[in-house]
């Protein structure tokens, strides 16, 4: 266990990459989910072809597949870029399917009355979801929700494997194979530094849950 | 009666495949390195040795790589080949064991030394690197090679000329997760540039596709990315690091270090050492490398 206060500055380094790329999709499927939500619900077909379309590539492929799509598949096209935003954005991709479809099941959950009220007072589809239904539906969806992003940041370890580097998963096989230490211990300073991302996210998601619950 | 009918095709099925087997075996595998190095017969060790209780066995268990070309790579056939693989025919052989009766077992980079101290290999022989943090677990033999790192760019390439060339580049570098040689090569560029990859085939890619400028690592290696690009790569030819390629066994086992550092030696002086390099790694790199001095075994 003595690598992990020897080598401590590298797990802190490879703590701060793992919660970079995290903030990042996290931000991003969020956003992209609950778009992806409203064009599932839309009254506009090609919007709901366009959502379902997309839950089904996402949530069906491997993300290790998205990954190497994304880093090897776009500069074969002529598309470089850094391989730390191609790991973001094939994050996002996949996480966003499922927050889709956590941010829909919270949509059909809200009263139907609710909308036809909303449409009834002349607001729009747009302003109905964003100002009516999605307030309401976003509550129920913060313990699912959790779930997805707890996931995704487990996730993020896949990242490190498509040249991104730095982060404690690349961080673990360098200690572990190029610096020669025991697997164990290093594996359990990786370990501690995924509790340290996934235990107080929990723990601000039940926050967040106690403090947006409704009386009922 | 269906059954027992269905069971009897089984059995002839299964005594065909077995006799095809056992023809497979006696006939040479292509690709395979020549005679090898001869056989010792009815050697003796010292009772209680390693080499005494290998020798009784007539088998050694070797861990080596299963896929890196020109030192460790398994073929169709199933067999592994390489320099690697070449000097454990050459310490078997010292032992009286024949190259059909090696078990090999691959041995990637981050599992060499569980594999040794775990006791399922009885030496490893994969491009490994004698380091002291490595030695803290098990014991060397050895070098039996000095590879040095390098750098590999496209073909068309001038700017990059050595490491200390790729700051001004702004060059990306790319080099296998936990690698050593992406360790070294930390001192050279930010960590913004450096790309890293579980293995060296998405580096080559990387570089193919423009992703990268620059893939490092031990020069063997890149030598072997190098043929198969046909063209599209070349090395820079200038080696920053020394890395003795030494043969890993258990942690403090002298009597079977000095039994290896003495077979090497036997082998550099008989010819077989230069035989193996020239049917393996020589055919990119035709230079046959002298035999290091052996450290000391401890």
Redesign the interface.
């Known amino acids: 266990m003595g690598v992990i206060l020897e080598q401590f500055p590298l797990y802190v ?1 490879g703590f701060l990459q793992t919660l970079r790329i995290c903030v990042f999709a996290a931000i991003g499927s969020l956003v992209l989910g609950t778009l992806l939500a409203g064009f599932r619900v839309s009254p506009l077909a090609p919007l709901r072809a366009v959502g379902s379309g997309w839950v089904t590539v996402f949530r069906n492929t491997p993300l290790a597949v998205v990954l190497f799509a994304v880093a ?1 598949g776009l ?2 096209v002529g598309v ?1 870029g ?2 730390f935003w191609f790991g973001v954005t094939g994050l996002t991709m996949y996480t966003s399917a499922f927050v889709c479809e956590a941010v829909r099941s919270g949509i059909n959950s809200v009263a139907p009355g609710q909308a036809e009220a909303a449409r009834a007072v002349g607001l729009t589809f747009s302003q109905t979801l964003s100002l009516v239904v999605l307030p309401q539906a976003l509550r129920t969806v913060v313990p699912p929700l959790g779930s997805v992003i707890i996931a995704m940041i487990k996730n993020s370890a896949i990242v ?7 982060d404690l998963y ?1 961080v673990g ?11 164990v211990g290093v594996l359990t300073g990786v370990l501690l530094g995924y509790l340290v991302l996934t235990i107080p996210a929990g723990i601000a998601l039940a926050a967040i849950e106690r403090r947006t619950a409704l009386a009922r | 009666m269906r059954l027992s009918h269905l069971a009897r095709v089984a059995a002839v099925a299964a005594a065909l495949v077995l006799t095809a087997t056992a023809c497979g075996g006696q006939s040479p595998s292509p690709g395979s390195a020549g005679d090898g190095p001869t056989v010792a017969q009815d050697v003796t060790f010292e009772a209680g040795t390693t080499m005494d209780r290998l020798a009784k066995a007539g088998t050694i268990r070797v861990g080596t790589k299963f896929d890196q070309p020109l030192f460790g790579l398994k073929g169709l056939d199933g067999k592994p080949a390489g320099f690697d693989v070449e000097i454990a025919k050459i310490i078997g052989a010292k032992l009286g064991i024949p190259a059909d009766k090696i078990a090999y077992t691959e041995t990637p ?2 599992t060499r ?2 594999a040794i101290e775990q006791n399922r290999v009885d030496m490893v022989v994969a491009t490994y690197t004698i ?1 002291d ?2 030695k ?2 098990v014991s060397f033999a050895g070098p039996y090679y000095i590879a040095g790192q390098d750098l590999m760019v496209k073909s068309d390439n001038t700017t990059i000329t050595g490491p200390e060339s790729l700051k001004a580049a702004n060059a990306k570098v ?1 080099s296998v ?4 040689p ?2 070294t090569i930390q001192e050279y560029v930010d ?2 540039n ?5 293995v060296y085939s ?1 580096c080559a ?2 570089l193919r ?3 990268v400028d620059a893939v490092t690592t031990d020069n063997v290696i890149l030598l072997g990315l190098v043929e198969a690009s046909e063209g599209a790569f070349k090395l820079v030819g200038k080696q920053f690091t020394e890395e003795p390629y030494g043969i890993g066994i258990p942690k403090g086992d002298v009597k079977f270090c000095e039994f290896i550092n003495t077979a090497l030696k036997d082998a550099a002086a008989d010819g077989s050492y230069e035989a193996a390099w020239k049917s393996t790694a020589g055919a990119v790199s035709p230079q046959t490398p002298t035999l290091p001095p052996a450290d000391p075994c401890s």
Do not use: H, I, M
Request: proline share 2%; net charge negative; aromatic share 10%.
């Open positions: 380094q090897f500069p074969e470089n850094s391989y490190g494997a498509f040249g991104v580097g730095g690349s096989l360098q200690l572990t194979s190029a610096q020669g230490y025991a697997a | 980079s981050a030394e569980e380091n943090k490595r803290e677990r790319c997760t936990g690698s050593t992406s360790v960590q913004a450096l790309v890293l990859f579980d998405k890619d990387a596709t423009g992703q």
